[in-house]
């Protein structure tokens, strides 16, 4: 059965966000129903990342099995038809290794936040960045952004109703810069806790705003207390951006020692998969 890694640029804005929901509609489901629009097969896609309400992506993965070996041009073609008028586009399609997985094989996953700082309002762009009115100094932002790079308990930066099983994540970068009137944020890790990135950004606009500093933000993570994080940023601004992956040969060893493990056996030299 061929697997398709499939790479997904969308608007959250009419969504409940990647997963499927009996509540609302959501990204997952309309790439779904568009499969089964194509070859009639009722399929359960994997994702890269749980987006959630109002989060849009340039650069998710998700990756699907079909029982017919079909060119991976033809069903980039047949999704793309059958996923409008929503605000889905497949920008990609290629075959993979039966072992791949979209969240377990991930490597690195990388997010922008966009804030347009100026006094004006929104009009084209609302609903996909955040307005923040004139000051943020963006060069305190990223010295202050600093304070969250490394290997940390991120408690005080994620949703009270995170599921994750820890709270310790390794931030492998955060840059912030200004391009004129917009105030870029972007950031990399393997995983992220829910809203984590949106709670780091939010508190980052105090800091923006002169009304914390670093050592405040530096206090912040310390103290391991959700109450202690500043006001959280609203979807509008955020994209999933990138998700990088193992080298095949890397994530078939890989594979191998998840199923060594699942057999309650030792694998010698696995590679650590991690947590995704």
Aim: glycine share 8%; net charge positive; with cysteine.
């Amino acid at each position: 059965m061929p697997r398709y890694k499939l790479t997904i640029e969308y608007d959250g804005r009419p969504f409940c966000g990647w997963q499927r929901q009996a509540n609302g509609p959501s990204v997952q489901a309309v790439i779904e129903r568009a499969v089964k629009a194509f070859c009639g097969e009722e399929v359960t896609i994997g994702g890269a990342g749980r987006t959630d309400t109002g989060v849009h992506a340039t650069g998710q993965v998700a990756h699907v099995d079909l029982s017919r070996d079909w060119p991976a041009d033809t069903v980039l073609g047949a999704l793309n038809f059958h996923c409008q008028p929503d605000p889905v586009a497949l920008l990609a399609c290629e075959k993979m290794h039966a072992g791949f997985d979209s969240r377990f094989s991930a490597i690195r996953r990388a997010y922008r936040y966009r804030i347009v700082n100026r006094v004006p309002p929104l009009t084209y762009e609302r609903g996909l960045a955040w307005h923040v009115k004139p000051p943020l100094d963006a060069e305190a932002m990223h010295a202050a952004a600093q304070v969250f790079v490394g290997h940390h308990d991120f408690t005080t930066f994620r949703h009270a109703r995170c599921q994750a099983k820890s709270p310790v994540k390794t931030l492998e970068f955060f840059a912030v810069r200004r391009e004129g009137d917009v105030v870029v944020a972007e950031c990399a890790s393997r995983s992220f806790l829910h809203n984590q990135v949106r709670s780091m950004v939010g508190t980052l606009r105090l800091v923006g705003e002169g009304r914390w500093d670093a050592q405040t933000v530096r206090e912040a993570l310390a103290a391991r207390n959700r109450k202690a994080c500043g006001p959280v940023a609203p979807p509008d601004g955020l994209y999933l951006t990138r998700v990088d992956y193992r080298p095949v040969s890397e994530d078939l060893a890989a594979l191998a020692a998840r199923r060594w493990h699942a057999a309650g056996l030792a694998a010698p030299d696995a590679a650590d998969d991690g947590e995704a």
